[in-house]
């Protein structure tokens, strides 16, 4: 079955850096688009970035300049780079997949990020 897990979640201080890592099982990874999501508490779910199977990023503008999208097609996984970190930037953070040939996307578990001095 599809498998997501997420690390590298923790507490941070405002202006550090943290970076998340995704590996995934159960896809064929090289053909699938993969996102990066959070949800803060009270709030929707919403993207923070993404990078298609091509290599092609796209960053939520409150992130843009902050954050680094990669993805290993060798290793199956992406990682998020989030560096000048604020405190807004608190949420559960979400990997994402969508495979080509799948209609529907996979989740992972999620993980914590907590931004706070």
């Known amino acids: 079955q599809v498998q997501l897990v997420e690390s590298g979640g923790g507490s941070e201080q405002p202006g550090g850096s943290l970076r998340l890592s995704c590996a995934a099982s159960g896809i064929i990874f090289k053909v699938s688009d993969m996102g990066w999501y959070r949800q803060a508490p009270g709030k929707q779910r919403e993207l923070v970035a993404r990078?298609?199977?091509?290599?092609?990023?796209d960053y939520a503008d409150s992130v843009k300049g902050r954050f680094i999208i990669s993805r290993d097609n060798a290793k199956n996984t992406v990682s998020l780079q989030m560096n000048s970190l604020k405190p807004e930037d608190t949420a559960v953070y979400y990997c994402?997949?969508?495979?080509?040939?799948?209609?529907?996307?996979?989740w992972g578990q999620g993980t914590q990020v907590t931004v706070s001095s």
């Open positions: 994402n997949a969508r495979p080509v040939y799948a209609s529907v996307g996979h």
């Open positions: 990078i298609t199977r091509g290599g092609t990023t």
